[in-house]
């Protein structure tokens, strides 16, 4: 119940193209989700993260689309840059409230290339 | 906003040494820090939660008595890989988590390489 299911594994699009990874929970106490993006050798970085009340996030190029009902999530990485070539991990949460913090639960997370 | 460090950010040692790694939140105050470890290719693993000036709260499977951490201040938590072994090589990566918030902010990483 506590895992975070994500795919493809892997994912190649070309220049320009649309990316979509997804996310599904089982956890229904979830109420925080993020997405990070990884380079090699370096930590995760926080892309951009949604919480249930709304469904859909929008950043720039990256947008949080989140289905509630289907306790599924993902980013859409619309027109794809060579520079977006890295690892990307969801993850979700029980928000902090005053419970302290709450641990991350991650997918498995997708290696995402970008071919020029 | 919301950097957190490392240090160092590699470190090579002899099997049978202890290794410190050291996590700071550089401008904000972090109750919480977390400690984790990456295998290549493969997702982040939590090996435990630190709250400052409390012991910290180790997963399932993760020897408390090889992996001492310290949160002494609400900027810094640190890890010892006591008697490393090569087994013990690994990214390690803390994060850290600012008082009433829900993201945590991920620090470069320590490549721990035992000889």
């Given amino acids: ?116 | 906003g919301a950097v957190v460090s490392q240090h160092p950010s590699w470190v090579i040692c002899k099997s049978g040494t202890s290794v410190k790694i050291e996590c700071r939140s550089l401008d904000f105050q972090a109750t919480t820090m977390f400690w984790y470890r990456q295998f290549p290719k493969q997702s982040l693993m939590l090996m435990a939660t630190s709250n400052e000036g409390s012991k910290a709260t180790y997963e399932q499977g993760v020897e408390k008595d090889k992996f001492l951490i310290n949160h002494a201040s609400l900027t810094l938590s640190t890890l010892t890989v006591t008697s490393a072994h090569p087994e013990d090589s690994s990214f390690y990566i803390c994060s850290a988590e600012g008082v009433g918030a829900d993201t945590q902010y991920f620090g470069p990483g320590t490549r721990l390489t035992v000889l």
């Avoid at chain 1, 994500?6 to 106490?29: H, R, W």
């Avoid at chain 1, 979700?92 to 290696?111: D, E, I, P």
């Fill in chain 1, 1 to 116: 119940q506590q895992q975070v299911k994500q795919s493809p594994q892997s994912l190649i699009v070309q220049k320009g193209g649309i990316s979509i990874i997804n996310c599904a929970y089982e956890n229904t106490a979830f109420d925080y989700f993020p997405w990070y993006q990884q380079f090699p050798g370096k930590g995760p970085a926080l892309l951009i993260a949604i919480r249930p009340d709304v469904s859909e996030k929008k950043e720039g190029r990256f947008t949080i689309s989140f289905n509630k009902s289907a306790k599924q999530f993902s980013l859409h990485i619309m027109d794809s840059q060579p520079g977006d070539s890295a690892t990307y991990f969801c993850a979700a949460s029980r928000g902090t409230g005053n419970q302290g913090a709450q641990k991350l639960v991650f997918g498995q997370g997708t290696r995402l290339t970008i071919n020029p």
